[in-house]
């Protein structure tokens, strides 16, 4: 039996965790957006060593940020955390969208595929935006007492909604669990011996056609 102190204490985390999420969110959707700031302080090096270690920093800074993200969010697929706390009732659709990009990221050439590139960063916004307009509009409005804030929080915030709250943490977790089958199935076929002897006789095939 959970003592009060316990409880406290798990519901002080917890609300941690989704205020700081909104920073994580932030920092993610920046970085990704700095990519053509970075590529081109890259340009300004004149040792190619500089130019690579800055790079991968970069690279590395924003898909850790980006991992966090995800990472922190996996008190959205927990069903009694969401119905008993005061949360953003769209977190876990904003976990999966994170997911989604980090699938890309695996499964595509990430930044030298455009297209790739494009659709990651319609993921992202889409994610901050599921997750930062329930959480200001509706978690932080929780705290005016007013009429108008009371309407959002009834709508925004998950333990005043319970029924969608939950409905949308099963659906998280369908997403969720669906795209990681993919990315399994995915990281399987590369490895099995028939890819790989495909990828090596294409290989082997290229120089011949050059020459």
């Known amino acids: 039996m959970n003592s009060p102190?316990?409880?406290?204490?798990e519901q002080f985390i917890e609300g941690t965790i989704a205020a700081a999420l909104?920073?994580?969110?932030?920092?993610?959707v920046a970085l990704h957006l700095a990519r053509p700031y970075m590529l081109a302080l890259t340009r300004k090096f004149t040792l190619r060593l500089g130019a690579d270690l800055w790079w991968t920093i970069y690279v590395g800074m924003r898909d850790v940020f980006l991992l966090q993200v995800f990472l922190g969010s996996f008190i959205f697929f927990y069903p009694d955390v969401v119905g008993g706390n005061?949360?953003?009732?769209?977190?876990?659709?904003a976990a999966a969208c994170a997911f989604a990009v980090l699938l890309l990221k695996v499964m595509t050439r990430a930044d030298a595929d455009a297209r790739s590139f494009h659709l990651q960063t319609f993921l992202l916004a889409l994610g901050a935006t599921l997750y930062l307009v329930p959480y200001f509009l509706g978690v932080q409005?929780?705290?005016?007492?007013?009429?108008?804030?009371?309407?959002f929080a009834s709508?925004?915030?998950?333990?005043?909604?319970?029924?969608?709250?939950?409905?949308?943490?099963?659906?998280?977790?369908a997403l969720v669990g669906a795209m990681g089958l993919v990315v399994v199935i995915y990281n399987l076929r590369i490895a099995s011996p028939a890819s790989r002897g495909k990828a090596d006789a294409s290989a082997a095939s290229q120089p011949a056609a050059q020459s």
Do not use: H, K, R
């Open 86 to 93: 005061d949360l953003p009732i769209t977190g876990g659709l």
């Open 22 to 28: 909104v920073a994580l969110w932030l920092l993610a």
């Open 155 to 173: 709508v925004l915030v998950s333990s005043q909604n319970p029924t969608i709250a939950l409905a949308l943490v099963y659906v998280s977790q």
């Open 5 to 9: 102190a316990f409880g406290a204490a």
């Open 141 to 151: 409005m929780t705290t005016v007492g007013s009429s108008i804030s009371n309407q």
